[in-house]
Nanobody
Framework: QVQLVESGGGLVQAGGSLRLSCAAS????????MSWYRQAPGKERELVAT????????NYARSVKGRVTISRDNAKNTVYLQMNTLKPEDTAVYYC??????????????WGQGTQVTVSS
């Protein structure tokens, strides 16, 4: 079955860096667009970054652009989120996301369990 397992979260001071990882299994990772989302307490889940299947196309939320880099290693079935110059407002649970074609006309969305990122001021 599809599994997305995030790791790398933690507590960091403002200005610091973290690298999140998401290990994927149970689907054809190299053909799948992958994304990172985050959800802060009391707020809706929001898209942070997306990367195309080959890794050549990326998109970022305006709030993180220039500070965050999404990348992937298709040989390791892993997607990463490098976060630099972290701010307290980056504090959230970060989720890995995959939208997978299960038939020619049907897609399913899968989520990891999330990893907590806390940025202290």
């Amino acid at each position: 079955q599809v599994q997305l397992v995030e790791s790398g979260g933690g507590l960091v001071q403002a200005g610091g860096s973290l690298r999140l990882s998401c290990a994927a299994s149970g689907f054809t990772f190299s053909s799948t667009i992958m994304s990172w989302y985050r959800q802060a307490p009391g707020k809706e889940r929001e898209l942070v970054a997306t990367i195309g299947s080959a890794g050549g196309s990326t998109n970022y939320a305006r709030s993180v652009k220039g500070r965050v880099t999404i990348s992937r290693d298709n040989a390791k079935n892993t997607v990463y989120l490098q976060m630099n110059t972290l701010k307290p407002e980056d504090t959230a649970v970060y989720y890995c996301n995959a939208v997978i074609w299960v038939t020619k006309v049907e897609v399913k969305t899968y989520w990891g369990q999330g990893t907590q990122v806390t940025v202290s001021s």
